[in-house]
């Protein structure tokens, strides 16, 4: 049973920056492709970013391309979520996801098998 961690959350104001981090524990992610997901109070869990298993292909929401950035170090064992700009619609909890595949990545929530507990993203206006 893969376990996944996420971490970075926090408040930032508007404009800034923050790195999410998603690990695995006592595994590895290499053969996994990620997904990093967000769900802001009274919504759907929405796809954010996701990335193939080698971190070759990625695919992005439009609502953060150009300023979002999702990268896959799998000798450190952990899936990066880069967020700059940051806007307070970008506020919610923020999970990462992960499928053992080798396909090209999707970015919705019923392709994924595992889950980590998620992380609070707050931007301030």
């Known amino acids: 049973q893969l376990q996944l961690v996420e971490s970075g959350g926090g408040l930032v104001q508007f404009g800034g920056s923050l790195r999410l981090s998603c690990a695995a524990i006592?595994?590895?992610?290499?053969?996994?492709?990620i997904g990093w997901f967000r769900q802001a109070p009274g919504k759907e869990r929405e796809g954010v970013s996701c990335t193939s298993s080698s971190g070759d292909s990625t695919n992005y929401a439009d609502s953060v391309k150009g300023r979002f950035t999702i990268s896959k170090d799998n000798r450190r064992n952990t899936v990066y979520l880069e967020m700059n700009n940051l806007k307070p619609e970008d506020t919610a909890i923020y999970y990462c996801?992960?499928?053992?595949?080798?396909?090209?990545?999707?970015?919705?929530?019923?392709?994924?098998?595992?889950w980590g507990q998620g992380t609070q993203v707050t931007v301030s206006s």
């Open positions: 996801a992960a499928r053992r595949t080798t396909v090209q990545p999707m970015c919705v929530t019923q392709w994924y098998d595992y």
């Open positions: 006592r595994s590895t992610l290499d053969d996994y492709a």
